[in-house]
């Protein structure tokens, strides 16, 4: 199966014991391994697509009040997204080159496909839009660092207009539509469409599709905000906001993490419980069982965090559930070197 923070949730059939009269190919460790890689890249990829969209919501909030701090933050976010960004790139360069060492396994003429061709605009389209949201990242991160924080002033009065952040809104639109419309494109079907679907289906499946995964993407934003949040916490008692403010950051940034998760988690737990009601689950399931037991557990200590006066003590809790997210990516690859592993032994 691939998790969350991947493209999509799919079941990985673990291959049968020994005895059976055919056994299953898995993949070798030299295969495995890259796929690894892009799966912990993923969560850094997909935390930068979410971030704009934290970024623009941070931003008005500092209309109402905390406006110092909330600039504030939303540069220290611009900062990080633009980093974060960059780790999309070899995950989408490692997707391509996957593709096309399968064509070339398979015999296909080489000199017959471009990056304009049908089967490659799946891959190329996201990478250009990606290149592009870079781009508008880098933009946003120098339109956040160079605006002047707002003046100190009293708690009633800590507050701008909306435009004072104009360009900066604008800035995290645009990087979050280039963002997730690599999320859209990435599933469309440039070659034809699916058998009994008009374009008008197949749009609304794909788009509805990737506004799961986009939502879903809040969660590793959130997830990786709290361990940035670790670092960058004494520059803000540099800068002059104090453990309460810190708090209400630390707050912020769990609840994205939370919720970005709970709707998926909600859904893949109904549908285990009602295999398991029915008699004996299958193998497929019980390798989303696994890895759904630490994305839960991650899921709990962020939540956790939303309940304290002062999460921060509890920093631990961070580095758990970041751990027990990288865990969760990577469980499939442990599974299935496991299952070579056990082919190769017998």
């Known amino acids: 199966m691939r998790l969350p923070c991947r493209e999509q949730a799919r079941p990985l059939r673990i291959p049968p014991s020994r005895g059976t009269k055919r056994p299953m190919q898995v993949l070798s460790p030299w295969a495995i391994l890259p796929l690894w890689c892009n799966s912990l890249l993923g969560i850094g990829m997909n935390a930068a697509a979410a971030l704009p969209l934290i970024i623009a919501l941070t931003l008005l909030i500092g209309r109402r009040a905390q406006a110092r701090f909330c600039a504030y933050g939303a540069s220290r976010l611009a900062g990080l997204a633009f980093g974060l960004s960059w780790l999309g790139l070899p995950v989408m360069l490692g997707s391509l080159y996957g593709?096309?060492?399968g064509l070339r396994a398979a015999g296909h003429n080489m000199?017959?496909?471009?990056f304009g061709?049908?089967?490659?605009?799946?891959?190329?389209?996201?990478?250009?839009l990606w290149l592009t949201g870079i781009i508008c990242a880098g933009l946003l991160r120098r339109a956040c660092a160079g605006a002047p924080l707002p003046p100190r002033?009293?708690?009633?009065?800590?507050?701008?207009?909306?435009?004072m952040i104009n360009g900066r809104l604008w800035l995290c639109g645009l990087t979050a539509l280039c963002l997730f419309s690599t999320y859209v494109l990435r599933d469309w079907p440039f070659i034809a469409l699916p058998p009994g679907m008009d374009l008008g289906q197949a749009a609304t499946a794909v788009f509805s599709n990737a506004l799961h995964k986009y939502f879903?993407?809040?969660?590793?934003?959130?997830?990786?905000?709290l361990l940035f949040l670790l670092r960058a916490r004494?520059?803000?008692a540099a800068a002059g906001f104090d453990e309460v403010q810190t708090a209400l950051a630390t707050r912020w940034c769990a609840l994205w993490a939370t919720v970005g998760y709970i709707p998926f988690c909600l859904d893949r737990w109904g549908i285990i419980l009602g295999y398991l009601l029915r008699g004996t689950p299958p193998d497929w399931l019980l390798a989303q069982v696994y890895a759904l037991i630490p994305l839960t557990?991650?899921?709990?200590c962020w939540g956790t965090l939303l309940g304290m006066a002062n999460p921060l003590r509890r920093s631990w809790l961070i580095g758990l559930g970041v751990a027990l997210l990288a865990l969760g990516e990577s469980l499939p690859s442990i599974l299935m070197l496991s299952a070579w592993f056990a082919q190769s032994a017998f």
Do not use: H, K
Not at 111 to 114: A, E, F, G, H, Y
Not at 117 to 128: D, E, H, K, T, V
Not at 155 to 163: A, I, K, N
């Open 234 to 236: 004494r520059g803000a």
């Open 216 to 225: 879903m993407a809040f969660a590793p934003a959130g997830a990786l905000a």
């Open 297 to 300: 557990a991650a899921v709990a």
């Open 117 to 128: 061709s049908p089967a490659m605009l799946s891959y190329s389209l996201p990478l250009l």
């Open 111 to 114: 000199t017959d496909i471009s």
């Open 153 to 163: 002033r009293r708690p009633q009065e800590d507050r701008y207009t909306t435009s």
């Open 99 to 101: 593709l096309l060492s």
